[in-house]
């Protein structure tokens, strides 16, 4: 069965430092790869996606995350967060595109001046 | 409107009460997808269409859930003798088609099972 973890239920950053949120996975195949952000009050919005190709994906917003088959990881990175990057933020991982996602617990993240 | 529409956005009822739950997606779209938010928790599929007919309801709790699409847009989540359990944020997306299609999310119905 396939199965999503982040790791890291609340990170606190400060505005300007860099950011790293770690998400692995379990899965037969190589799955579909997904970052999404909620902010409150407001739908779950993709940040990026990683369906096959170039394992360094870049997204909206200044993130990337990078596609590590050898340790299952597909951690989400901005070098430089801003305070309206203060949100929570899923991985998800499907089996064959957008049909059927399953999502991480999330992370929730805090960024202070 | 341009995005998925939930109405619904929130929803206050008593256990043991019938709710439905709609949600319009965006024009056009022919995949369309149920999800469940728990507190603290991340998005837990429950069924996706593919225009009118279910092609995956395996996420649905028991038999107290069912969704219906009838005419391959509007659909509507409806459950039975509610529970507190059932409390919850109910999000709809919907895509182009299924696979390589990015999905779309509204904003969610709040259930509230008091």
């Known amino acids: 069965a396939q199965s999503v973890t982040q790791p890291d239920i609340h990170i606190t950053v400060s505005e300007g430092a860099s950011l790293e949120l770690r998400c692995n996975y379990s899965y037969g195949a190589t799955p579909y790869l997904f970052w999404y952000v909620q902010s409150p009050g407001q739908g779950l919005q993709l940040l990026l996606k990683?369906?096959?190709?170039?394992?360094l994906v870049q997204g909206i917003k200044g993130f990337e995350a990078e596609f590590k088959r050898s340790q299952s990881s597909f951690n989400l990175r901005k070098p430089s967060v801003h305070w309206s990057d203060a949100a929570e933020y899923f991985c998800a991982v499907g089996a064959d595109g957008w049909g059927k996602l399953q999502f991480g617990a999330g992370t929730q993240v805090v960024v202070t001046p | 409107g341009a995005g998925v529409s939930q109405t619904p956005s929130n929803k206050v009822t008593e256990k043991g009460k019938y709710v439905e739950l709609r949600c319009d997606p965006i024009?056009?779209?022919?995949?369309l997808y149920w999800y469940r938010q728990s507190l603290g928790q991340g998005p837990e599929f429950l069924i996706y269409?593919?225009?009118?007919?279910?092609?995956?309801d395996s996420g649905l709790p028991n038999d107290r859930f069912f969704a219906v699409r009838p005419e391959g847009s509007v659909s509507t989540l409806k459950i039975q003798r509610t529970e507190r359990g059932d409390s919850a944020v109910y999000l709809c997306?919907?895509?182009?088609?299924?696979?390589?299609?990015?999905?779309?999310f509204g904003q969610g119905t709040r259930l509230t099972v008091v």
């Open positions: 269409f593919q225009g009118t007919g279910a092609a995956d």
């Open positions: 997306a919907s895509s182009q088609s299924t696979g390589n299609t990015e999905a779309f």
């Open positions: 990683y369906f096959s190709g170039d394992t």
């Open positions: 024009s056009g779209h022919t995949a």
